[in-house]
């Protein structure tokens, strides 16, 4: 990575075919989440690109079918929310020679502190799938990952950086995962491994359809335009890649909370929604670039 890569300015999540082939051509790739939304794309584009990609995600039919259409691919189900069953699934991917995981399932709950009968039921389950899952994975594949000098990809979300009304336990388990991938990535001078993770923003998957209400507000990105930001990570190997709109997010919040909620509510007034004048407005247009465009750090 050249100097100018260095700097956090606005860029496009496309990345080369060819560069992307030189970083993962032949190399392991696991996936979690692979069935369906980010993860298949992604595994779509990393296939396509000459990767080993090891699918992995609890529906074992549409992980089989997705295995069938890449050149080269190993179904490997597996319910990530269950410990022992993911302990398991290290323990069977370690012999394979991994090179890069990317940490992508995750779920995710919207309900409001006032309509949640047990908040800390909704924390307990997301922090299973959402933190650690992802700890379990890379304990297991930490050795082979160093032999390798791999890389580790997390998935995290927007909501991390500044938090999100009705998503407490959601961002609180994506924060978790921050915190972890923060301090391993300070590692990387002693064992090679290079940790980053992905503030994702909104993304239309199966995952969002209960908030579909969100997609007519908050601009968004297809799963596909999502998969580049996980080409991006593999080919830059950064710490982090994020949004402006979660970098401003974050630096309002800590600068002052009523700035971040500023922010929040500017994006949502000039979301996908609204009439067809606001849908030209210049500051609609920034709103839309402040997400469909990645910051690299």
């Not at 690109?49 to 490997?76: I, K, N």
């Not at 929310?81 to 995981?101: C, H, I, K, W």
Request: aromatic share 2%; glycine share 10%.
């Amino acid at each position: 990575m050249g100097a100018l890569d260095r700097l956090p300015i606005p860029r496009t999540h496309r990345v080369g075919d060819s560069e992307l082939r030189e970083a993962v051509g032949g190399k392991v790739v696991v996936v979690t989440g692979a069935s369906s939304g980010i993860g298949r794309a992604a595994a779509v584009r990393l296939g396509g690109a000459g990767a080993h990609v090891v699918l992995v995600a609890r529906r074992a039919a549409e992980l089989e079918a997705l295995a069938g259409e890449l050149p080269a691919a190993t179904a490997m189900p597996c319910d990530l929310s269950d410990g022992a069953a993911t302990t398991a699934l290290g323990e069977a991917l370690a012999p394979l020679g991994v090179d890069v995981l990317v940490s992508n399932a995750g779920h995710s709950i919207r309900r409001t502190l006032d309509r949640s009968a047990d908040a800390a039921a909704d924390a307990e389950r997301l922090i299973a799938l959402n933190y650690l899952a992802p700890v379990r994975l890379i304990a297991a594949l930490l050795p082979g990952l160093v032999a390798r000098r791999g890389q580790v990809v997390c998935v995290s979300s927007i909501a991390a950086q500044a938090g999100a009304p009705g998503f407490a336990a959601y961002a609180a388990s994506k924060s978790a995962l921050d915190a972890f991938v923060r301090s391993a990535a300070r590692e990387r001078g002693t064992n090679g491994v290079a940790f980053t993770t992905i503030h994702m923003p909104l993304v239309r998957t199966a995952m969002v359809e209960p908030s579909a209400d969100l997609l007519a507000d908050v601009p968004s990105l297809s799963p596909e335009r999502a998969a580049e930001m996980l080409a991006s990570a593999i080919v830059h190997r950064p710490r982090r890649i994020g949004t402006p709109a979660g970098e401003l997010a974050a630096l309002g919040w800590a600068l002052d909370p009523a700035l971040a909620t500023a922010v929040d509510r500017r994006l949502r007034d000039t979301g996908e929604g609204g009439g067809g004048g606001a849908s030209r407005s210049p500051l609609k247009r920034l709103a839309r670039l402040a997400v469909t465009t990645n910051v690299r750090r």
